[in-house]
């Protein structure tokens, strides 16, 4: 069984395990041989795949990504796309102009529209166009108040055994793999590693987290685990780069542990992927990430 289980983001509703397993096995390999340290062989690297669980029989890729009017877009993807603008404007004010300064709100479907056609011209999005955009926002949305999160994670719970001592999740997948590890009380994980994670995002992702927050700080994923949270302060994803102060829970009960001054802290590192700020293999490669992974694999 899988040592290291690695969890996908948002849009991989066209690919498959096999797909993503070998390069993403590379780049994390590839990383922890940059920390200084022997790397796990590939067999035991798992890739927790769900992406196919967004791609609907018969239709291209599901109501995320299929071409619409925007007439079914909420407040949250306003909300969240808003705050991807100002984040992208801020980091890139070359090619991203400030939605406060552009006259931005307009009905939701066209302020949505114009915020994911500003973040596609940021250099820092380079992979991210703007159908893309509508679905990684859908997607979001869709697994927090939707009806994916049960099967979601079913999928990436089903890969965590007694053998797994380290977990990593990307972007959604950072969501996805925090409830997974909360909902597994007695597992033995040791390592926890978000990367380019919306984790910490107010209003939108962070109450809506499962279990909810209690005392302005979300459960801890886990007794004995330790979480590196790792960001690119380019990456428009991880809207709140540090997420110290947001977790923290004492004790084996994750979900119902009391908050206390001694809870253990999120370690946040910042790392530079370069154009592609939100790019997994960029996280993985990276020494940062790759310590953190041999830090799990070997406590």
């Known amino acids: 069984?899988?040592?290291?289980?690695v969890v996908h983001g948002i849009g991989q509703q066209y690919r498959a395990a096999e797909l993503l397993h070998e390069p993403v096995a590379r780049a994390l390999r590839g990383g922890v041989q940059h920390a200084g340290h022997q790397a796990p062989g590939i067999d035991r690297i798992a890739m927790a795949f769900y992406g196919d669980l967004f791609r609907r029989e018969g239709r291209r890729g599901g109501p995320e990504y299929l071409e619409h009017d925007?007439?079914?877009?909420?407040r949250f993807e306003e909300e969240l796309a808003l705050r991807w603008w100002r984040a992208a404007a801020r980091?890139?004010?070359?090619?991203?102009?400030?939605?406060d300064t552009a006259g931005a709100r307009a009905p939701i479907p066209l302020t949505v529209k114009a915020a994911l056609r500003a973040l596609s011209r940021s250099r820092f999005a380079t992979t991210m166009t703007e159908p893309a955009l509508y679905g990684s926002l859908r997607q979001l949305r869709h697994y927090l108040d939707g009806d994916m999160r049960e099967p979601v994670l079913?999928?990436?719970?089903g890969l965590i055994t007694e053998d797994t001592r380290v977990v990593v999740g990307h972007s959604?997948?950072?969501v996805v793999a925090y409830e997974a590890l909360c909902a597994l009380p007695g597992h033995g994980v040791r390592?926890?590693?978000?990367?380019?994670?919306?984790?910490g995002v107010r209003h939108l992702v962070f109450e809506r987290l499962c279990p909810a927050p209690r005392e302005g700080r979300g459960a801890w994923p886990g007794a004995g685990v330790r979480w590196t949270n790792i960001y690119d302060r380019r990456d428009v994803v991880a809207l709140r780069e540090r997420l110290s102060g947001l977790f923290g829970a004492d004790g084996d009960a994750v979900a119902d542990a009391p908050v206390t001054d001694d809870a253990p802290e999120v370690l946040d590192r910042a790392v530079d992927n370069g154009w592609r700020a939100h790019d997994l293999l960029h996280y993985l490669t990276?020494?940062?990430?790759g310590a953190a992974?041999?830090?799990?694999?070997?406590r």
């Not at 980091?91 to 939605?99: H, L, M, S």
């Not at 390592?191 to 984790?199: K, Q, Y």
């Not at 992974?293 to 070997?298: A, K, N, V």
């Open 293 to 298: 992974i041999h830090e799990g694999l070997t």
């Open 286 to 289: 990276d020494r940062a990430t």
């Open 191 to 199: 390592a926890l590693i978000t990367l380019g994670s919306p984790l």
């Open 1 to 5: 069984m899988a040592a290291v289980v």
């Open 70 to 74: 925007g007439s079914d877009l909420s």
């Open 172 to 174: 959604l997948g950072s």
């Open 154 to 157: 079913a999928r990436v719970s």
């Open 91 to 99: 980091i890139d004010p070359e090619n991203v102009q400030n939605p």
